[in-house]
């Protein structure tokens, strides 16, 4: 008896059931039930799970439409449980409205806010829509408005009208910033520190000349920045000291106050801690010496130094702490770098995360350290940087990772994939090849044998091009191995077929052609490529009269090609400081299978100097020289082979391959080119807005018919200007050039180049 009670106390009870669910609006049902129904899992008959309730509540709230919401339950006999969903709807928007808007419709306005008919009437998503149109009336230069809104509610139908009450004012344009209390700074080099400036005949484009709250709001404290890296680190603008003043209804003068305190300089510098470094040595790694400028984005710049000093050595885990102290005696900053050393690390292991499509040797091949070497950070660092150039991953982050053995870390690198490969289809138009369409497949991350993963991962670089226009038709493709045997060597190679009738207009040229190449880093920055290439080059469609000089049929180009290459430029497109140069050198011969030999160098250069940082002003110097010449058996070289000026690329005032020696043809006298050449390019370009660009230039140039004939007395020269825009991420110039000197042989006139791609 006692075991049979003591059993049948600790049987479970049996659970709950739900006998229904039903809701119950407080207020007007301005929901659909079948809506609230979807959103709730609890069934009639089925048995009471209260996680289930608190997920049906928490959905329900999801969904916007609800103030409140309270399950109430209704206990009946044999463990029967009744549910109630007591739910109050937020009201809902019946129509919104504006009040006072004169210079903008009240459809472009709507464009702007969230809060629309029949969504929920949320209050807080109100108070983000008049920011939101005060926003727009600022940038549109109503720097004067004032939004309110009102909400009428009603009660019987559960929807609300929403008005927003506008006082425009006039549209004003900002026509001076002036600068008060600036004693030391001049008044232009703060304007050029803000985005906040007066109108020209650029803000149409740029969006400059108008006020607008958060970006001024943002220039105060660029402009407190500004003080700050010159030692002026007391430097008060108030932001209710700013002074608007209206000369006339639609012209705003802003006077901004600015209360710069005193100039610090660096007093003392020392160091505690270092055991490991000395001190002396230490002090050759900072910027800020004793004297100097106290500049605070120098000072974190040296104390990150310090702590790749350690770095370098395997004290990765060493930190530097900067204390400064204000010196009574001298008025400067005295600065202490506390310096916490650690051990010295070892690389363990190098682990990989996050490469999904890449394959681990691809990141590894990239990397400066290895497992055995001091755990080197500054290297670390680089090799980031190194897998960011890539372009392979949208993110890269490299880490030292803590393991169980003392004075070991795994290096950790962690990868997001990016997209590496483009379809892509387009259409264009330029002054050379007038009308084109195209299609290109590029993969720089293709992988040659792996088909699982779409032939992506292993790095190397493929493209198919498929171009056609009016006046050429262009078939390519090329492939190239960047590491060969694992080796930072490249080898590739391109298969070819052209068909162009822009190089002149009295025949046709076609190219079909394969080139294989190595290519390698030899020393520093400066790289060397080595080609093998083999031509068809076909003459075709030539006019009547003209066989004698451009005669028809096919000839075998075969030539070896070496270059050197060294570029510092800091972007590709619209380059603003640093340099390429590269000298090239091709010889075609028999022995190689050419139909013809001769010899071609050429040497290229172009430096880009930054000139002022307002506007992102740069002057371009370009300079190109190259001579030809025939050798053996051949006496003359190909007319197609030779060297011309003229057209968007060189001479833009001249038309395309217009400049240089020429033979007459009855009344024409058509360009044959020459064998020597010499051509200089001065670009000067402003930014207008990002990233369109405004440019005037000045070219020269001559062809001479000789081999090393470098007299100029027979050059071209023209000066222009143009526009430089970015179309779906390709570069367009727009150029007009002007002759000032040709000779008479020459067609005048100016020219109006456009063309996609660089010059340089």
């Given at each position: 008896m006692t075991g049979g009670a003591a059993h049948a106390q600790s049987a479970a009870p049996a659970p709950f059931k739900v006998g229904t669910v039903t809701l119950k609006f407080i207020g007007q049902a301005n929901v659909n039930e079948q809506l609230v129904r979807a959103n709730v899992q609890?069934?009639?008959?089925?048995?009471?799970?209260?996680?289930?309730?608190?997920?049906?509540?928490?959905?329900?709230?999801?969904?916007?439409?609800?103030?409140?919401?309270?399950?109430?339950?209704?206990?009946?006999?044999?463990?029967?449980?009744?549910?109630?969903?007591?739910?109050?709807?937020?009201?809902?928007?019946?129509?919104?409205?504006?009040?006072?808007?004169?210079?903008?419709?009240?459809?472009?306005?709507?464009?702007?806010?969230?809060?629309?008919?029949?969504?929920?009437?949320?209050?807080?998503?109100?108070?983000?829509?008049?920011?939101?149109?005060?926003?727009?009336?600022?940038?549109?230069?109503?720097?004067?408005?004032?939004?309110?809104?009102?909400?009428?509610?009603?009660?019987?139908?559960?929807?609300?009208?929403?008005?927003?009450?506008?006082?425009?004012?006039?549209?004003?344009?900002?026509?001076?910033?002036?600068?008060?209390?600036?004693?030391?700074?001049?008044?232009?080099?703060?304007?050029?520190?803000?985005?906040?400036?007066?109108?020209?005949?650029?803000?149409?484009?740029?969006?400059?000349?108008?006020?607008?709250?958060?970006?001024?709001?943002?220039?105060?404290?660029?402009?407190?920045?500004?003080?700050?890296?010159?030692?002026?680190?007391?430097?008060?603008?108030?932001?209710?000291?700013?002074?608007?003043?209206?000369?006339?209804?639609?012209?705003?003068?802003?006077?901004?106050?600015?209360?710069?305190?005193?100039?610090?300089?660096?007093?003392?510098?020392?160091?505690?801690?270092?055991?490991?470094?000395?001190?002396?040595?230490?002090?050759?790694?900072?910027?800020?010496?004793?004297?100097?400028?106290?500049?605070?984005?120098?000072?974190?710049?040296?104390?990150?130094?310090?702590?790749?000093?350690?770095?370098?050595?395997?004290?990765?885990?060493?930190?530097?702490?900067?204390?400064?102290?204000?010196?009574?005696?001298?008025?400067?900053?005295?600065?202490?770098?506390?310096?916490?050393?650690?051990?010295?690390?070892y690389v363990e292991s190098i682990r990989i995360e996050g490469n999904t499509k890449s394959k681990s040797t691809v990141i590894v091949r990239e990397l400066f350290l290895g497992p055995g070497e001091v755990f080197d950070s500054v290297r670390m660092k680089n090799s980031k940087q190194i897998l960011d150039n890539t372009r392979f991953f949208e993110e890269v982050s490299a880490t030292p990772e803590t393991t169980n053995i003392p004075g070991r870390k795994n290096l950790k690198i962690t990868v997001r994939e990016g997209r590496t490969g483009n379809l892509t289809f387009g259409a264009g138009f330029s002054s050379l090849e007038r009308a084109v369409v195209f299609a290109e497949l590029t993969q720089s991350n293709f992988d040659l044998f792996n088909r699982r993963s779409m032939f992506q991962g292993d790095g190397q670089k493929f493209r198919l091009r498929l171009q056609l226009g009016s006046r050429s038709s262009q078939a390519i493709l090329s492939f190239e191995e960047p590491w060969l045997f694992q080796r930072r060597l490249a080898l590739g190679f391109s298969v070819y077929r052209t068909s162009s009738e822009f190089n002149s207009s009295v025949y046709t040229e076609l190219r079909t052609g394969a080139e294989v190449y190595l290519r390698k880093r030899l020393f520093e920055l400066v790289e060397g490529r080595l080609s093998y290439s083999y031509e068809v080059v076909e003459i075709q469609d030539v006019i009547a009269g003209y066989e004698t000089i451009y005669p028809r049929g096919s000839s075998a180009v075969a030539k070896v090609g070496f270059q050197l290459l060294r570029d510092t430029r800091d972007k590709l497109i619209n380059t603003t400081r640093g340099s390429r140069v590269e000298l090239n050198t091709d010889v075609a011969s028999t022995s190689l299978g050419s139909d013809v030999d001769y010899y071609k160098v050429e040497a290229k250069g172009s430096q880009f100097f930054p000139l002022f940082e307002t506007q992102n002003q740069v002057l371009a110097v370009l300079g190109r020289t190259g001579v030809v010449d025939s050798y053996g058996d051949s006496t003359q070289v190909p007319f197609y082979d030779r060297f011309y000026l003229g057209g968007p690329y060189t001479l833009r005032g001249f038309e395309f391959r217009e400049v240089g020696p020429k033979v007459a043809i009855g009344s024409n006298n058509v360009p044959v080119g020459g064998k020597t050449y010499g051509f200089t390019s001065f670009e000067y370009s402003l930014e207008v807005v990002d990233p369109l660009r405004f440019a005037v230039f000045y070219d020269a140039g001559f062809v001479n018919s000789g081999s090393y004939d470098f007299d100029p007395s027979g050059y071209s020269d023209n000066f222009g200007f143009g526009l430089r825009l970015l179309i779906a991420g390709a570069p367009l110039s727009l150029d007009y050039g002007i002759p000032i000197t040709k000779d008479k042989n020459t067609n005048g006139g100016g020219q109006f180049n456009f063309s996609f791609g660089t010059r340089f």
């Open positions: 609890m069934r009639d008959g089925t048995e009471l799970d209260e996680t289930l309730i608190d997920q049906d509540i928490r959905s329900l709230y999801r969904t916007g439409l609800f103030e409140f919401i309270e399950v109430k339950r209704d206990i009946l006999p044999e463990r029967v449980i009744n549910l109630v969903f007591e739910l109050t709807p937020k009201y809902r928007v019946l129509t919104v409205r504006y009040d006072g808007n004169v210079k903008v419709k009240s459809r472009r306005l709507d464009k702007e806010i969230k809060t629309k008919p029949n969504s929920p009437l949320d209050e807080r998503q109100v108070k983000e829509d008049v920011a939101k149109i005060r926003e727009y009336y600022q940038k549109s230069g109503y720097n004067q408005i004032k939004i309110s809104y009102e909400i009428e509610r009603n009660r019987s139908t559960g929807f609300g009208t929403v008005t927003f009450k506008i006082s425009e004012g006039a549209k004003v344009k900002i026509s001076k910033v002036n600068f008060v209390g600036n004693d030391h700074v001049k008044a232009g080099k703060l304007r050029k520190a803000i985005e906040t400036r007066k109108w020209n005949i650029f803000s149409w484009i740029t969006g400059t000349g108008r006020f607008k709250d958060d970006q001024f709001q943002d220039d105060l404290d660029k402009l407190r920045d500004y003080y700050r890296e010159l030692g002026y680190l007391d430097v008060e603008v108030p932001a209710d000291k700013v002074v608007y003043a209206y000369p006339s209804a639609k012209k705003l003068v802003l006077t901004i106050r600015i209360i710069e305190g005193r100039q610090y300089k660096v007093g003392d510098i020392s160091f505690s801690g270092n055991t490991i470094i000395t001190t002396e040595k230490l002090r050759t790694a900072l910027r800020q010496t004793t004297g100097t400028l106290f500049t605070p984005s120098k000072i974190e710049k040296d104390q990150t130094a310090l702590e790749d000093a350690y770095g370098r050595d395997g004290y990765i885990e060493t930190r530097v702490q900067v204390v400064r102290k204000p010196n009574l005696t001298t008025g400067a900053i005295d600065v202490e770098y506390r310096i916490r050393e650690s051990e010295k690390f």
